[in-house]
């Protein structure tokens, strides 16, 4: 069974910019959440979906953003890029929401 | 919010010694996972592991829920070990998990040859 796909794997972009990130879940899986890694904030929760409706949201601005499609693929936006955005995201999916198991990520750079 | 504690923050090791990672909570959970970052920044599932005792050849894990902590085992440590070591948990929702893990900071362990 293939596991979580996250593209692309690598981005940079400039400020003032957005960004689409895509992630295909685990054949099956309904759940997909998403985080953001930095050095100084550690891992933290954006959002999760789940049959195409967001249940959850983490405290992120509304320049970030998501969206699951009826194949249970999801993107996540983020707008109006600032230098701070510069981080690791990562998503997981899971069947309901237990255990999850995680992408490779996207980096993403903003200069 | 529920907040997660991981001990040490940093372990440096020997290759074949053993060693014991804690994660503490402060609320009840009703979702726990740990997990290694590789160096290309993938988390990789090791327990998922609420309650009790699991193992899987090497490491172990086990959760105290009542005292709210919970401890992974490194046995005969190796090389390949190396990397971030990440517990997760969400806090009790009746209405089921909805997939939103809190992740502690990690402990950074070397394993030097």
């Known amino acids: 069974k293939a596991g979580v796909t996250q593209t692309p794997r690598y981005l940079i972009k400039t400020r003032g910019q957005q960004v689409t990130l895509s992630c295909s879940p685990i054949s099956g899986h309904r759940s997909v959440s998403w985080y953001q890694q930095t050095p100084g904030q550690g891992l933290q929760f954006l959002f999760e979906y789940f049959s195409e409706t967001q249940r959850n949201k983490g405290n992120f601005p509304g320049r970030f953003s998501g969206r699951q499609f009826s194949n249970s693929r999801s993107e996540m936006n983020v707008s109006t890029l600032e230098l701070g955005d510069s981080a690791l995201y990562l998503c997981a999916s899971s069947l309901q929401g237990y255990i999850q198991y995680f992408g490779a990520g996207t980096r993403l750079s903003v200069l | 919010g529920i907040q997660v504690e991981q001990s040490p923050p940093d372990l440096i090791l020997q290759e074949g010694a053993n060693s014991t990672l804690r994660c503490n909570f402060s609320d009840s959970v009703n979702n726990l996972q740990w997990f290694h970052q590789n160096p290309w920044g993938q988390l990789i599932n090791l327990f998922y592991i609420p309650s009790g005792t699991k193992q899987n050849g090497r490491l172990s894990a086990t959760t105290v829920a009542t005292e709210r902590y919970s401890l992974l085992y490194i046995s005969s440590s190796q090389t390949t070990d190396s990397g971030v070591y990440f517990c997760?948990?969400?806090?009790?929702?009746?209405?089921?998990?909805?997939?939103?893990?809190?992740f502690g900071k990690g402990t950074k362990l070397s394993v030097k040859p």
């Open positions: 997760a948990v969400e806090q009790v929702n009746y209405g089921g998990s909805q997939g939103n893990l809190i």
